[in-house]
C-alpha cells in the first residue's frame, strides 16, 4: 500500500540520488497504485487497455507504477471551479 506521507513529497523523491549517483525511484505494483488512487485494480488494468490513464513501465508481464507519475497524473486531473460556478453555489445557497 502506498504511503500518504511519502506521496507528498513522491515528486521530491525521485530527483534525490542514492549512494551510486543514481535516479531513485518509488515503483508500486498495479494493486499498489490502485489503492494510491482509490480506483479498483481492473479501472487501472482498463486504462492500460484503451491507452488512458497514468503512464506505467512494462517488464516483461509486471506492470509498475512510478509514484511521483501517479501524483502528476493527480495533478493533472484537478478540476478547479470557475467564478461562474462558485457564484452559481452561492445563488443557489440563497435561493434554498
Excluded at 525521485?14 to 535516479?23: A, P
Amino acid at each position: 500500500m502506498a504511503d500518504p506521507a511519502r506521496a507528498a513529497n513522491a515528486v521530491a523523491d525521485v530527483s534525490e540520488t542514492d549512494v551510486f549517483g543514481t535516479l531513485t525511484m518509488n515503483l508500486l505494483t498495479t494493486n499498489e497504485a490502485a489503492d494510491f488512487l482509490h480506483k479498483p485494480a481492473g479501472t487501472l488494468r482498463y486504462w492500460r487497455a484503451v491507452g488512458i490513464g497514468p503512464s506505467y513501465a512494462k517488464l516483461g508481464k509486471t506492470v509498475l507504477y512510478e509514484e511521483a507519475e501517479l501524483v502528476n497524473f493527480v495533478k493533472s486531473n484537478t478540476v478547479v471551479p470557475s467564478v461562474r460556478t462558485e457564484a452559481r453555489k452561492e445563488g443557489n445557497r440563497v435561493a434554498l
